[in-house]
């Protein structure tokens, strides 16, 4: 009944998300970490700001109390890489956070973490999912917290400074430290403010921080970086001549950035950046890792610099895996997340974002123009997506015409190739690409686009819907 | 298991205010209703800003709709004495509101009324709680929201412009128009904020509003409108020359006042400035009544003018019975909640406060002056509360010093009387008094004194602690 | 050297409006009374929130108190539309108003006004002028302020519940008070919030308000309710299902309005749809008057309803001479002021707000509603607009070419007439025009196109830039 | 006619705080700088957030550049001891601050510097007034200001980084680091939060701010550290937990703190605090200078480490001129300035707060912990103060009897010695005294009581005023 998704197990505060299923899952994790036989290394606990995050977590710890397990309690609200950086940095097996990322305010959840600060992939969930199925109300052990602090089995700790000083420590701080660089930071109510803030400052930017209050209603909005949800973010920038505006979500695990302009600059284009600078400027050298729904300017970057681009399916434990197999200096994912080599092996939009501000001081260009160069050097690339909500039916005769029957659709660009590792993927002869697959998570089709421009992009996307009968 | 206590029902979200408790009370009630043959009445719905009270509401509605109880829902986040007034007007029978009042922002709660406005007693309560205890899970009948609203058994109403025109009804337009009063209202985060604020401009105060954003965590503090939470109220009427500052409790049922020097007014002081301003200005005869540990200054005033003063047990329901038995125009707590003759049979913090800016407007003469006048005409009533958390030992062995063996303390002041209708409660001959008693709700002794002094009152406290050899 | 332009006298705080030019203003407009004899009638003195105009409008007060002229001084600060409702109620030959309205936040002026509420004309601003520049420094008569109201050659008075209530009488309180119309309010730091809260309150709208507090920096913006400046108000009214929201300039002479689709709707478009209102709803009848710079679909509305659309010069004085001359109903420009029959004579941002939620109530149709079936009806109109800065060089070049050898651009629609009477005016025959003027109070050439499509509007703008090698 | 204060010029803005006579004030100085010959040097110009204050500073770089001065102007808003730094650092002769420091917002004014960062002394701005009674207007040369950056005579300059790098080299950051204090900091809506938040947060500590938005009337109150304008600081450090609240004035100069317990730390205690910190935790000795009305408790320290105070008449020049003197470790008043050996010869309150949040971590005691340490080691020392506004005949009376008569008042203390020094200062036998002295720049008596309990303090007070018949 209690199912983990891609980012852990999500669920509705008073409805799902209940103080009875939430000491199950803990008791579940107690178990495998038993059953592996790594119980005795201990477990991390962080959470967000969410409603009923800061109570959870001290549940949880209850529970592994309970069980005899080790609690390495972080006492104040993290970011979900600071998290993950603490699971490697104390070398536990496991850590866990209360969050739900960039989730709507009534829900809230739970993300695994394995080995060196990963999400757990689907072989972790699947066990705790079995262990869940089985257990008894009678088999939670639980030990009061306060009881717990007392025994020393639960320990209340602040990795705080060693992280801020671990993202430090890879920055460039003396060519940012005289740039006076202005920023504006939007944790949209969540957890970054405390670490980015810190970062920012010690380089010596001008910071100012906006939607920032604790508010369990994350200001009525998604707590997650978006052209929509970041307009303040991108009314001040343009208002306030700041350099660059970063928003993150909800656990600061992605970010969303805002140009000198005042202009929404997509994943696409964030990771385009960084992997350029990596490699132009900074003189590293390597591949890159994206899934298949994100921008090809990566592959044609690779190729300028002598590397390749490896295409993985949608998720990030795809990423992490692949980047490990290939040595890749950064991977990420269209949908905001993204990661660099040598640092925890999850998302982390807090050193993403230190890393970008890093670039423009470096370079002396700031975000706008940086694309500009881009897209003179590389050609243009325009990405369009439509996520469509379908009936039980529809979704049947899709799959089968899509995988089955591989029915194309008529188009009016070559084809060069068609992929069905996840989902569909048509790969054109001008570079273009068009993916259809279905979420893992909603009961959604989405169909992602890239073609040199948006026209060209929102018309394929279209005929692509039309010869299908898919209506918005 | 689920206990009801004077407010109704209240639980910590996500720990026992969850989605299958709640339907389980809405269920008895919607049993309750059927048993006494009132369900083709209908039933009020309304429910507070707090986390989860929308969706609770919802959940709830789905119950009495699965049930075939008429739902009348009101749409918007209203204070509590709106939707008793519309339990009134709509001639319901039963009515409940999802709120948990002035509690901290974990919890949440139902309270539920009765015919004419009126909270739920024991006795309904108490069928209530053992309903609950008999239903299966496969009782509970539920129909979707959306499908009742279609079915038209679950119908929206907008009782907010009727509940503002009685109020403004039972005060006096004329003499408030032209004051020109200053007002500055903190709604705590709560509900208050759309009735008073309209109430208040129509009849053509300035108003000012803090603390109104929407914020489930009530800005960290308490929603109870104390002396220690309206600091930023009290320097805001001194800093901006306001005539008075109103602060409302959560759910708007009770308030609290910052006269025109910043200073905080008790709800003693409140009570007796309404119970005089009826008498004297406005020519209303009736008695008052208010509870055991409420000030005496009420007795005094009563006496001037020819009335009574009855005294009942703590509890608004009881205050309520005695006010209809006796037709007294006023009755009130010194915690904080009063209602007058002619409107509602609860606590309505948005009338009082009205009535308050009436009294300003037509006596001329703003609260620290009224309150200067009452004391020189009837003399100093200063009370004294202390609120003791127990060891369950300790607690027998008061009870039995105190109840059993009616053990006194020793004391200065001669005793006129001795009474054990609600606790203990020593009445001075210098017409003083002394009330220790053990709360229903929390674990908690409360003792409380009333003396002409501050350091009477607190000596006298002391000297009661000591005796029995009660510590902070 | 002091100079005043149409809006008044204008100057930069510390630079040139101080103390000393402040009182030649109020010594000059107190000899001009004298002159005229109506010194005795009195004057009006009320003041904005802006930095000095409380202390300025103490100076002004001393001023007129020091020439024996009465003065009526409003003691809150009070939008100008309220300033000049005043001067008519008290049947004052003058009036002013400390304000610069939505000039920048380093400046402050003074405005005149003249019987019934009216701006002063050229005439009285000359006259003004002239006499300034004969002023001796010993010409300057002041008395104290407090010995002015001590003597009672000054009194403080209190317009606002005339003002509003005059406002309520002229609307239908019935229609909209059952309608629960959300209406967010943005006063731009200025000051229409007191009176505009107080109508729509009383009407029993749901009104909240932001960008109110008093801040002299007006948020780092101009105070001028554009679709640049109101983007808070957009997106807060998208995000919050309100039905309209309502900027108003620093003064609250001019209103912006959003739509309830967050969409900014022009000046040309809120008098179009109140004249169609007037018209149709309210069955009133009466030509409407309008500036050569404000569309011409007001001319397709008048002729709609068998009614005339007269054209008038740029200054709101000429629409209120051509409005007294024809009994004209409505008129305005499309710089963003407006104002109505029977009210004060001048524009009036609170009194065409609440009109406009008049609107919505009695339609029953939203403001992009309202806005589609005017384009279905009578087509689609858009204006396009261009402020050049010119070198001294260039002006006198193109005054040359277009006012003296009349010189026309080469265009691609047929025209119907050319008129020379403010500026150059080319009117072609499908409907569309062009103006070409230069501004009286700041170096610029202002052009404005009307044509059906945005296309046909920005294309004949450039084409008559290009043409007179005019350059951003 | 235009005259220099202890802090300066000051003048109510658009009344004498106008261009004419700000030109005048940076033309009188040009002209002192040829004269000395120090005007190859340069100058060095600062500005803080008051209205007008960017506008100033541009009018008076225009002068300076206009007499071939060349101007660093530092282009962003700066604390005074920012700027009193840079004058020092660049080893120029002169520098100056457009602020009115701590006073009301209406006001403005210019703050002069000497070499190493000195306030102007008495000499100085005596020259200034003469000079400026000798200037025509035509003797005022200006250069416009873009004119001046083109031709390099206008540098902007960046002290910023270096003045804080400067602060953090001066404390102990190891030390800091790992205690995770956290602190509040209030700019009072004025310049330090930069700087002050970037020398915590480098520190490591967590630190929120209040009150920092640009707002030119300082939110409604005086930027004016004290107990009355620090109530939301004091309110929110009690709530939040804070370790220490810190309160800068308008430019910076001077602070005010908040105790982990909410309570106001006055000066005296502040400067107690260090001065034992320095001796007892950092090993320093040497002297400390105190003016007439500051604690003695300094005397106790002093006398307890073997080492000396001295006391000087008020201003804070002649604190500096004794530290130089007599090499003392720290110097203040108890008006809320100090200063450290070593750093700017001014006062600093970002400096003097990083030193606090230094004790709180060496010493591992909170300050209120600290004081009562204090306290209990020398004894209590209680100030009471009172300003009393006199007639000129009161005053003339005051100052026979006090001065020339030498009256004394009649005193339960037995009096030590009696010093007319700055005042009368009487020294009672048991370590307390009492100071009555006429203010320089108000119209005030200032009476000063140091006495061991707050009762015989007021007492004292009472009685002196009871004597010569002073009333409030």
Redesign the interface.
């Known amino acids: 009944m209690l199912k983990f998704g891609t980012g852990g197990w999500r669920a509705?505060?008073?409805?799902e998300?209940?103080?009875t299923n939430?000491i199950k899952v803990a008791q579940s994790l107690a178990v495998l970490m038993k059953r592996e036989k790594v119980d005795h290394h201990g477990i991390v606990i962080g959470y967000d700001k969410r409603?009923?995050s800061d109570?959870?977590s001290r549940w949880i710890a209850e529970v592994f109390a309970g069980n005899g397990v080790a609690v390495n309690f972080i006492e104040k609200v993290s970011p979900t890489p600071l998290i993950m950086y603490t699971v490697k940095s104390f070398a536990c097996d496991y850590g866990l956070a209360v969050t739900a990322s960039h989730n709507p305010a009534?829900y809230n959840g739970i993300k695994i973490f394995t080995k060196g600060g990963k999400d757990a992939d689907l072989m972790v969930t699947a066990k705790l999912e079995s262990i869940i199925e089985e257990l008894h109300e009678e088999d939670i052990l639980t030990m009061p917290f306060e009881e717990g602090i007392k025994r020393g089995i639960i320990r209340t700790v602040?990795p705080?400074?060693d992280y801020?000083d671990t993202i430090i420590s890879m920055i460039d701080v003396e060519k940012i430290?005289?740039r006076?660089l202005k920023v504006l930071v939007d944790p949209m109510y969540g957890v970054s403010k405390?670490a980015l803030?810190?970062v920012l400052?010690?380089v010596?930017c001008?910071v100012d921080v906006i939607n920032d209050r604790?508010?369990?209603?994350f200001g009525?909005?998604m707590p997650s970086p978006t052209k929509e949800t970041l307009?303040?973010l991108r009314?001040m920038v343009r208002?306030?001549n700041y350099d660059i505006g970063i928003g993150t979500d909800g656990d600061a695990d992605r970010l969303g950035i805002i140009d000198e302009e005042g202009t929404y600059v997509t994943s696409n284009d964030i990771m385009s950046l960084l992997y350029y600078y990596l490699l132009k400027y900074k003189g590293w050298r390597g591949p890159v890792v994206r899934n298949i729904s994100t921008t090809h300017l990566l592959d044609k970057i690779a190729e300028d610099f002598g590397q390749r681009c490896y295409e993985v399916p949608v998720g990030f434990k795809h990423i992490s895996s692949k980047m490990t197999e290939t040595g890749a200096i950064i991977g990420g994912e269209s949908s905001g997340g993204l990661t660099i080599k040598g640092h925890i092996k999850g998302k982390d939009g807090i050193f993403a974002a230190a890393l970008l501000v890093e670039m423009i001081s470096v370079t002396g260009k700031r975000i706008h123009e940086m694309l500009t160069h881009l897209q003179e050097k590389y050609g243009s690339f325009y990405m369009h997506e439509e996520n469509l909500a379908l009936t039980a039916e529809k979704e049947l005769e899709l799959k089968e015409r899509l995988f089955e029957k591989k029915e194309l659709p008529e188009e009016f660009y070559p084809v060069e190739k068609v992929s069905y590792e996840d989902g569909m993927k048509i790969y054109y002869k001008n570079g273009g690409w068009i993916v259809a697959r279905f979420s893992g998570t909603e009961k959604l089709l989405r169909v992602f686009v890239e073609m040199p421009t948006r026209r060209e992009a929102k018309k394929l996307a279209e005929n692509f819907l039309e010869h299908y009968g898919i209506y918005n």
């Open positions: 509705i505060i008073g409805d998300f209940i103080r939430i409603f009923l109570k959870a009534d602040s705080f400074n801020v430290r005289n006076e405390a803030q810190t400052i010690t010596r001008e604790h508010d369990t209603r009525g909005r307009g303040k009314d208002e306030g």
